[in-house]
């Protein structure tokens, strides 16, 4: 019969591990022991499961936490929809459609938003797939200035992996809470409620939603045991719970296929007392990346800076990698260091946290922007950037000090939204012709007479 302990935690401690069994009492004691739902759980606390996975998936995917909570998720007035037009992450009418175009795109830096909180300042930028077939991903960009109220959000679509760009958010989820600052990432996965307030001022980042699986470990082949994100730099929140006996009114407000609904309760949201399971939220440090490369010659391939990924059915072909470009020694002897011109059969949309981007040395890329190069876009360094690397005396070079880019990598088909391409107004116009138009000719054919 197990017999584990759990301590009494403070409110932004962390249990560290990825894909770890955590378990996490508030209150000494409200954690049943040997079982999941006892005739009454300790406390006079109701049991609830919140399932990550179907019952039946084999062991080593099934995902799911049992919650010890005051009342439970079900304690809800019915929801409603909300109005279309004042959110931006609704698909469902002909004008906010996707639109698949072969372009290669980058956008200007999306606007801080002061005046909207977390919900009203996700916009879906592109995406692939469906939700509610579980099956693709969406792009969202984020900008908010205000705390969320008395107010829990949640998505059915899909796990949020969150980027921040700007700004510090303290998530308060019903597991327990986490502060995220740029440099850091977070996953909430689908179904875990949160409210998110901003203790620094204004926010703004990027979002990758998987609408189907969950964020794993890349595999690390003969890499071995270590490397990458190592799985000891994952943390998860304790549990911590508010004991409000008002009988406030929340909103708890719904992402559902992307549309928004809000439905009233008169009890707290966040009032899971102890839970234990292995579906949760999580943050990691991208400043522990452990960044490895070449030490000999030529450039592999950026799925070697994998810190997640969203697989697809397929091994080894993803839905959406999380991989990122963090400050690094470049040493290749006899190489063009910067990444080489590409066509790739996945769609890679890129954003920047800080600092400059190595293989874009045109200013055009900067940070709180993005691109977008879809399938078989052809895609690699702006002509200054290939000028430079192909002509510069090749040291050990430290590159990327200060910055942060990263990829969010689909082997879908992206679209980009109403929003994305026209609303906000930071597409650059001119980026292939700025970037790769000026590209010289350098061959001189041998075969060719002088
Ligand atoms: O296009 C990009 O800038 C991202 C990228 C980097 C790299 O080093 C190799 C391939 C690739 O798509
Ligand atoms: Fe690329």
Redesign the pocket.
């Known amino acids: 019969m197990p017999t584990t302990q759990f301590s009494v935690p403070d409110p932004y401690a962390y249990q560290n591990g990825f894909d770890s069994y955590f378990g996490s009492e508030a209150v000494p004691g409200a954690l049943p022991i040997a079982q999941n739902s006892p005739q009454k759980p300790p406390h006079g606390l109701y049991a609830e499961k919140l399932s990550g996975t179907a019952f039946t998936a084999p062991r080593h995917e099934n995902k799911q936490t049992w919650v010890y909570r005051i009342l439970p998720s079900a304690a809800h007035a019915n929801y409603q929809p909300i109005a279309e037009d004042t959110y931006h992450t609704s698909l469902s009418s002909e004008k906010n459609r996707l639109h698949y175009i072969p372009n290669q795109l980058r956008w200007n830096p999306f606007d801080l938003d002061e005046k909207v909180d977390w919900v009203h300042g996700l916009h879906l930028v592109a995406g692939a797939g469906d939700p509610t077939v579980k099956s693709g991903l969406g792009i969202l960009l984020y900008a908010a200035g205000k705390d969320m109220g008395k107010e829990a959000f949640y998505s059915a679509d899909g796990d949020f992996l969150i980027v921040p760009q700007h700004g510090v958010l303290d998530i308060q989820t019903e597991l327990g809470k986490i502060l995220v600052r740029p440099n850091e990432i977070c996953v909430i996965p689908r179904g875990v409620k949160y409210r998110v307030t901003l203790p620094s001022g204004p926010v703004r980042g990027y979002i990758c939603e998987l609408y189907q699986g969950h964020y794993q470990l890349p595999e690390l082949g003969p890499i071995g045991s270590n490397g990458l994100a190592n799985a000891r730099d994952f943390q998860t929140p304790v549990a911590s719970f508010d004991d409000e006996e008002d009988e406030s009114e929340y909103q708890v407000i719904s992402k559902f296929n992307n549309d928004l609904f809000s439905a009233k309760q008169s009890h707290t949201p966040f009032d899971v007392v102890a839970w234990h399971g292995n579906y949760y939220p999580f943050k990691y440090d991208l400043g522990r990346f452990n960044t490895i490369g070449t030490i000999s010659y030529d450039?592999p391939?950026?799925s070697i800076f994998t810190v997640l990924t969203g697989p697809s059915d397929h091994p080894g072909t993803a839905i959406a990698d999380f991989v990122i470009f963090p400050p690094r020694w470049l040493v290749a002897e006899d190489t063009f260091r910067p990444?080489?011109y590409?066509r790739?059969v996945m769609s890679?949309f890129?954003g920047l946290v800080a600092g400059d981007y190595d293989?874009k040395i045109g200013g055009g890329f900067r940070p709180a922007g993005a691109s977008l190069?879809n399938i078989m876009s052809a895609?690699?360094p702006d002509s200054g950037a290939h000028e430079k690397a192909s002509n510069v005396e090749l040291k050990p070079q430290k590159v990327g000090e200060g910055s942060m880019a990263f990829?969010f990598e689909s082997s879908l088909m992206v679209g980009v939204s109403e929003w994305g391409l026209k609303t906000c107004q930071k597409v650059q116009k001119d980026y292939n012709a700025e970037s790769w138009v000026p590209l010289k000719r350098h061959f001189v054919n041998p075969l060719k007479k002088a």
């Open positions: 450039h391939d950026p990444p080489w590409h790739n890679e890129m293989a190069h895609h690699g990829m």
